[in-house]
């Protein structure tokens, strides 16, 4: 079982849809998560972290978390063509010792918002 | 302007060579971090620095090495024990008080014929 898994793509949705990103994480550990955008060709982008479990809103995203299950999802409201890139969750290894800063990442999920 | 930079962009070279790729950060971080990714695939660790002079391993360090003599500065080398050396390279940075909120630069995408 991969470390962490996301939904596999690529994923398209109608501008102005609901785009719904989600991850899986294997380590009960975890204490941290993050999503970065990655348009083609280029470098990856933090765009939310959350640390709590339930929800944190910024702007048209919702970052959530659920640590009993594992699991964390983005969604993007009112989704733009300009939304269209890979979408890469990424989790901390436990906390502490020499873990400390070390993140493990999916493989991304591809999202096309077509007009 | 601050940020992270690497150079070159692109960069082609035959197997069998060494090179050092370049990431210079001037945000005033204490980690850096150096990731590989293959197409289609996600980010994998290749090693890490938390302070100067001192770098662990990350999951797939192997055929790399890594030098942390300055704050500023964390060059990679891909040596020819590096079986699959071709990829796009991507160095980060973070500071010590949100160490998990990872910073990229443009990254280096290394082409080995």
């Known amino acids: 079982q991969k470390e962490v898994e996301q939904n596999s793509g690529p994923l398209s949705v109608p501008e102005g849809a609901i785009a719904s990103l989600n991850c899986t994480y294997s380590?009960?550990?975890?204490?941290?998560f993050f999503w970065y955008r990655q348009y083609s060709g280029k470098s990856p982008e933090l765009i939310m972290f959350i640390y709590s479990n339930g929800d944190k809103e910024d702007g048209r995203f919702t970052a959530q978390l659920n640590k009993a299950s594992q699991y964390v999802s983005l969604l993007i409201r009112d989704s733009q063509p300009s939304d269209s890139a890979t979408y890469l969750c990424a989790v901390t290894a436990n906390a502490g010792g020499t873990s400390y800063g070390k993140l493990t990442f999916g493989q991304g999920t591809i999202l096309t918002v077509h007009p | 302007d601050g940020g992270i930079t690497q150079s070159p962009k692109y960069l082609f070279r035959k197997e069998g060579q060494n090179v050092t790729l370049s990431c210079e950060q001037n945000?005033?971080?204490?980690?850096m971090y150096w990731y590989r990714q293959d197409p289609g695939q996600g980010l994998r660790l290749i090693y890490y620095s938390q302070i100067v002079n001192d770098f662990q391993k990350g999951d797939i360090a192997e055929g790399y090495s890594v030098s942390r003599e300055k704050k500023e500065s964390f060059p990679l080398t891909v040596t020819s024990a590096q079986k699959n050396p071709t990829a796009f390279y991507l160095c980060?940075?973070?500071?010590?008080?949100?160490?998990?909120?990872?910073?990229f630069g443009p990254g280096t995408r290394l082409t080995v014929t």
């Open positions: 980060a940075s973070s500071d010590q008080h949100h160490a998990y909120e990872q910073y």
């Open positions: 380590d009960r550990g975890s204490q941290s």
């Open positions: 945000l005033n971080h204490d980690a």
